[in-house]
């Protein structure tokens, strides 16, 4: 009896052992696989983390198009393709500038910005013909203002008299039609207008401003203006040279006074003449002559007329302060702000 239970006491305390030593075995494992585990989601942390491999980013300017996107796929890099237009007319379709440069270290699957031509904004000389000499060069600005190097040249045109309205193309060289391979020097003719027109100089004696400006407007002479002294209550012109009714060649000048009357009291309004010294132009050229209010900051045309450049006078009556304008071709030209009566 004694000795079963010396034996039932030592195989409960063998079983007490065992159960303890199979807990710290159990503990240790458990911590050898959160361990393990931990080791591999940092080794895939890390992959993910290192992402896509280093490639060195290919020269492709100069290439064709084709060849540059094979060479980007060999890569595996991805191109954005923008398209503008070139200088030369035989770049197109190549590779003109690209982004990052070439040599770049970047990581495979970056996008590369490769800028390809389209070509040349034109690849034939247009038909100008018909055309007003300054329109023509308006278009042909517009068409290259991109470009440092224009593919069309206009030269210094040549002018002849012509049935045709002043400033319109009669001929070009080289021809509509004609393949742009280099840059080309267009060379026009342009008519005058018809040769030696006679016009009978109008009466301009008496004339009120308004009336002067609708002779202006209309006439195909050049008045110059001079100022002198009025009774009048408002501008008149006193005299002309030459005088009513002679014959002068279209665009002749005209020698006009104009009087002032003196200032009297408050009055705001200064009288004067505009002058302005032009570039002597080879037809008459459309101009303008604004005002711009210095209350109310609002524009309005005093007269609009054309001229074949060189001495400019117009007679105004204007607020003091008052901006003058005056526009060539739709293009401001001077301006001058209104202090005081002219002397």
Not at 31 to 50: E, H
Not at 257 to 276: C, D, H, N, R, W
Request: hydrophobic letters at 40%; proline letters at 5%; a neutral charge.
């Amino acid at each position: 009896m004694k000795n079963k239970k010396s034996n039932l006491g030592f195989s409960i305390s063998r079983a007490a052992e065992k159960m303890q030593q199979s807990g710290s075995s159990f503990f240790l494992y458990t911590i050898l696989v959160i361990v393990f585990m931990g080791l591999i989601c940092l080794a895939v942390f890390f992959a993910f983390v290192k992402g896509e491999e280093e490639v060195m980013v290919p020269q492709v300017v100069g290439k064709e198009l084709s060849e540059a996107l094979l060479e980007m796929q060999v890569k595996e890099l991805y191109p954005k393709i923008i398209l503008r237009y070139s200088e030369n007319p035989e770049d197109k379709g190549y590779v003109l500038d690209q982004t990052p440069v070439a040599g770049s270290i970047v990581k495979a699957g970056k996008r590369i910005n490769l800028t390809v031509s389209r070509g040349a904004v034109i690849d034939k000389v247009e038909d100008f013909k018909g055309w007003n000499i300054d329109d023509v060069k308006s278009h042909l600005k517009t068409l290259f203002v991109a470009m440092s190097k224009p593919l069309v040249v206009l030269s210094e045109p040549l002018y002849e008299y012509n049935e045709a309205e002043a400033g319109t193309v009669l001929a070009q060289n080289p021809p509509a039609g004609t393949s742009i391979v280099n840059p080309v020097t267009l060379k026009l003719v342009v008519s005058r207008g018809p040769e030696n027109a006679k016009i009978n100089v109008p009466n301009l004696v008496s004339l009120s401003l308004k009336e002067i400006y609708n002779q202006i407007s209309t006439s195909d002479l050049i008045f110059d203006f001079s100022a002198g002294e009025t009774d009048e209550s408002e501008p008149q012109v006193i005299s002309q040279m030459p005088i009513e009714g002679e014959v002068l060649t279209k665009n002749s000048r005209v020698e006009v006074v104009i009087g002032f009357p003196e200032a009297k009291g408050l009055s705001s309004t200064v009288y004067g003449i505009f002058k302005q010294k032009l570039p002597e132009y080879a037809y008459p050229l459309k101009m303008e002559l604004v005002s711009l209010s210095a209350s109310s900051g609002k524009s309005s045309s005093i007269v609009k007329f054309t001229h074949m450049g060189g001495s400019l006078t117009i007679p105004y009556a204007v607020p003091k302060n008052t901006v003058l304008k005056l526009y060539v071709e739709g293009k401001e030209f001077s301006q001058i702000t209104v202090r005081q009566k002219e002397e």
